[in-house]
C-alpha cells in the first residue's frame, strides 16, 4: 500500500484536493473563530502525515484484524492457530490494494470538476451519494459497503472456515461479525452526524 501510494499519489490529487476543500470548509462551519488558513494548515500537515499513516495501518491492521479475526472464530470453536489466521488477515487485505488500483485509474480518468472525493472513486455505496448534502457520518457508512471491503471480508471468512475448520455457516456468521466490528467506528460516527 504505501508503494501504491507513493506511486498513485499525483493521479489522486484531485481526490484529495476535494477531501481536503471538503474537510476545510466543515471545520470553518464548526469552529467560527477558525479562519481559513488556519483550517488549511491543519489540512495541510494532515495531508503530510496521510503517507506515514498508511504505512503504519498497512503493517499493524492485518495483525490488529487478525488477532480479531482469531478471537471470533474462537467463538465458534475455531481450530486454527493464530499465525494462520494472521496470514489469512493479511492475504485478506490484497483486494484493498486492488481498490487502491481502481481509485487511482478513475481519479486519472474522470474530469477533476466530477470528483468531490474519495466516494466518487470508491465502488462503495457512498459513491450515489452527494458528499455535499449527506453528513460525514452517512458517507461513511455506506462507503463500508464497498465491493473490495466486502470481498477482503468474504476472503476471511474463507479463511477462518479452512484453517478453523469451521461450517460455512458458522464462517459466514464471523465475516459478518467481522464487518460489523469493522464498521463500529464507522457507526459512531454516523450516530454524531
Known sequence: TPVLYFATQSLMAPVFDAETARQVQA??????????????RGMEIGRRFAGVGIILATLILPLLIGVVLW???????????????????VFSYYPRLL?????????A???????R??????????????????????MALLGRFDLFI??????????LKI???LTTGQAAAAAVIMFLLGSFPVLLAFARG
Open 109 to 115: 480518468v474522470l474530469p477533476p470538476e466530477r470528483i
Open 163 to 165: 484453517k478453523g475448520k
Open 71 to 89: 478471537l471470533v472464530g474462537k467463538l465458534f470453536s475455531s481450530a486454527a492457530m493464530l499465525g494462520a489466521v494472521v496470514m489469512v488477515a
Open 117 to 138: 472525493g474519495v466516494s466518487d472513486v470508491s465502488l462503495s455505496l457512498a459513491r450515489f451519494a452527494n458528499p455535499d448534502h449527506t453528513s460525514a457520518g452517512m
Open 150 to 159: 466486502i470481498w477482503s471480508t468474504v476472503l476471511l471468512g474463507l479463511g
Open 27 to 40: 471545520a470553518l462551519a464548526k469552529n467560527p473563530q477558525m479562519t481559513q488558513e488556519q483550517a488549511q
Open 99 to 107: 481498490a487502491w488500483i481502481v481509485m487511482a485509474v478513475q481519479a
